[in-house]
Structures are given as structure tokens and as C-alpha cells.
């Protein structure tokens, strides 16, 4: 599973483009995963909507997560479920999700990060790693120590999600984070595909350059 | 499976007292069936209260049902979830729940209560039956006339829901009805046991009497 370039979809600030658009325009650009988080929809409005994506992510070879709502997230063949700290707990998620269905969950200290691995969660969200706008119920940023704590206390893979974009994706990698999430610095963009593709590669480059800390030519042999 | 007696927990006209607590009062009247509903509360929260009142359900040996959330039914053990219009259709609902699950659905005209039948629902309720001031968004009442049709356009049982009191129980069950759904009359009263039992024992006679129209001493030998 490949948590790289995580977008999700926010039609708050998507310039009027529907979550599919979004979401077709961020995989053109090399979206891992989209999530589909609309706070405001009615279930009935909204599990079409995740159908639609389920179906464009799965041409794309890409995860399809749906944020909060689980029974849409099955009902739509999504891959997974995101949950915040309000949300069902994770727990109860993996009590009534399949076996390979996937959970994720925001967390904002170490503490909670290592609670949700016990609980069955399969990746975690430093949420919000940096302040951020997108999200106006976020909180202040924790922050890239807090992120390097989460890194080194859990094995599962680390999502930072919150105030990220093309000037810290380096950082957020350097520090050990698995990906990056983004709604702004993709989504609020004219250009999605573009902006996709230039977090993308920042993304790529930071790993193979943490897999190979010396620079081309310099690994071992 | 009885819906005689179908009480749904509200907080806000339940004067202070907990969801657990009406459930618990209800249940000592004579109540078949505990829907929870709060549109509030966050699923972390709702969850452990769900949990509570399906162990005050279960020891009680009446239904317990929770009110758009499905997550949160499966979650908790209830035995089914009630839906609305603008929740997950029941098709959907039937898909991600287990075989013995209950889908109750709520509807407004006679197309939707044969589409929620063929879709899997197990019980209708129509909603609301007449004007209520318990659920600000119920529209007006549909009124006796239509309770008729849709208890003879389908073989499920119908629930009336909205409005329904002491003084139009027995002409609910009259016209067809297989229980009858209350907040106000029950939940919104000082003595919720009381209450329920007055409105179980005016649902029970009105059944009885249907189904020996005559009278006592006049029914077939």
C-alpha cells in the first residue's frame, strides 16, 4: 500500500469541481489515495458520490478511503475508513469492517498513536502536523517533533496531514512520515493535476533519498 | 417480532434525563421497541450510550434500534437501525448488515413504502402520521387516509410515527397499523413508565379488538 500522495477531496475549496473531478484530476497527477470527506452531504447524497470514486480510484489502481462514515465506506467498496478522535473508535470499526478493509485514524499525540495500533488501526494521521486553514476545527499544529515521536513510536505507517504543501513535504519525509496528505495544496489549485504531480515528486524524491542517505552512487554496491 | 410500543429516546424534550434512563422507564411501561436517537452527539460518544441501552434492551427482551447510524447499531449489537429519506438507502443498509438485522424505514407516500419493501426493509413507518412539534423537520402530517393505503399496499408491518398520542392511538391501529412510534407522548412526559404503559394498554386493546371485531363473547366458536 503506497500512502505517498494522499488527497482529499474538499468541495469547500475546490473552486466548484465535484469530489470525482477532483479526484480524477489529483490521480492523473499521481494520487495514492483519495478521501472522500464531505461533512455536509446527507448519507443518501453521499454514498453516490462514493460509488462514483470508488469506481475512478479503482481504474487508477489507487486506495479509496471515505472520512468518518463507515457504512458509506462499505457500502461503497471503498478500501478503507478514515476516523478522527470523534469518530467511531477504532475498535468498533474493525469489529465490523472485513478482515482486509483499512483503518485510519488521525491522532495528535504519541500516546494516541499507539493506542490506535493496539486497537487495529492499519495507518496513522498526525492531524494537524502544521496549522492549516483547510480544516477550521484543527487546532494548532504539533508540529515536526511530534511527527518524528509518532515515526519512531509505531510501526505503522505515518501520515502528516494539516498545513502541508510543496515547501515542507521534504521535511515531513526527512522526518520519517510514510506520506503526505493534502486538501489546499492540491485540491485549492487551479492547475490539481499539476500541483499533484509537483508534491508527488517531492514525495518520491525525500524517500529515495532517506532509502539511499548518501546520494546516487554512494549506497552500497 | 412486537412494535406495539416503539419508543424513540430524545434528549432534548426528555426534561434532563438520560437516554438510558427514558430507555429504562420505557421499557417498565410496557415499550417493544427502543429506537436511540441523537443527532448530537458524535459516534464516539453515541457509541458507549448505544452500548448501554442495548444491554437495558437485551435484559428487558425488547428490540432496540438505532436511528440513522448503522455503524453505530452494528457496532453496539443492536438489532437494527432506523432510516430516514435522507440516510442510507435500505438497499445499501441490507448490503453491509448481517442476514437478521432489522431495517426500519421511514416514508412518506405509498411509491416509497413498496420500493423500502422491495429494497429489504423490514417494517415501515410512516412519517409523520400527523403534525408533530418533536421533530422540527417532519413536514405536516400525512395523514389517517394515507396510513390506510400504505398498510394495505404492503405486507410489512406499518409503524405510525409524528403526532401520535392517546387521544389517535386506537384510531391508528385501527386503520391498519401494527404499532404505533412515540416521543412526546411518552418521552416528553414527568412519568415516562406511566405514560407508556397508558399508551401500550390503548395499542393492545385497539389490536385486540381488530382482530375480534365483534366484541367479546362474539367471536367464532
Chains 1, 2 share one sequence.
Request: net charge negative.
Amino acid at each position: 500500500m503506497a500512502y505517498d500522495l494522499y488527497v482529499i477531496t474538499d468541495r469547500r475549496i475546490g473552486r466548484g469541481r465535484s469530489h470525482a473531478e477532483i479526484a480524477r484530476d489529483a490521480l492523473a497527477g499521481g494520487a495514492d489515495v483519495i478521501q472522500l470527506r464531505d461533512k455536509d452531504l446527507p448519507a443518501c447524497d453521499l454514498l453516490p458520490v462514493a460509488c462514483e470514486i470508488h469506481g475512478i480510484t479503482r481504474d487508477a489502481g489507487a486506495l479509496f478511503m471515505v472520512n468518518d462514515r463507515i457504512d458509506i465506506a462499505l457500502a461503497s467498496g471503498a478500501d478503507g475508513v478514515h476516523l478522527g478522535q470523534d469518530d467511531l473508535p477504532v475498535r468498533a470499526a474493525r469489529r465490523i469492517a472485513p478482515r482486509e478493509f483499512i483503518i485510519g485514524v488521525s491522532v495528535g499525540r504519541s500516546a494516541d498513536a499507539v493506542r490506535a495500533v493496539d486497537e487495529g488501526a492499519d495507518y496513522i494521521a498526525l492531524s494537524p502536523t502544521f496549522s492549516t486553514s483547510s480544516k477550521v476545527d484543527a487546532g494548532p499544529g504539533h508540529g515536526i517533533d511530534t511527527l518524528r515521536g509518532i515515526c519512531r513510536a509505531v510501526s505503522l505507517p505515518v501520515i502528516a496531514i494539516g498545513g502541508i504543501g510543496p515547501e515542507n513535504a521534504t521535511l515531513v519525509i526527512e522526518a520519517g512520515a510514510e506520506g503526505v496528505a493534502v486538501i489546499s495544496a492540491v485540491v485549492g489549485q487551479e492547475d490539481i493535476t499539476g500541483a499533484a504531480r509537483q508534491m508527488k515528486s517531492l514525495v518520491t524524491a525525500a524517500k529515495n533519498r532517506r532509502g539511499n542517505p548518501e546520494g546516487p552512487g554512494k549506497g552500497p554496491l
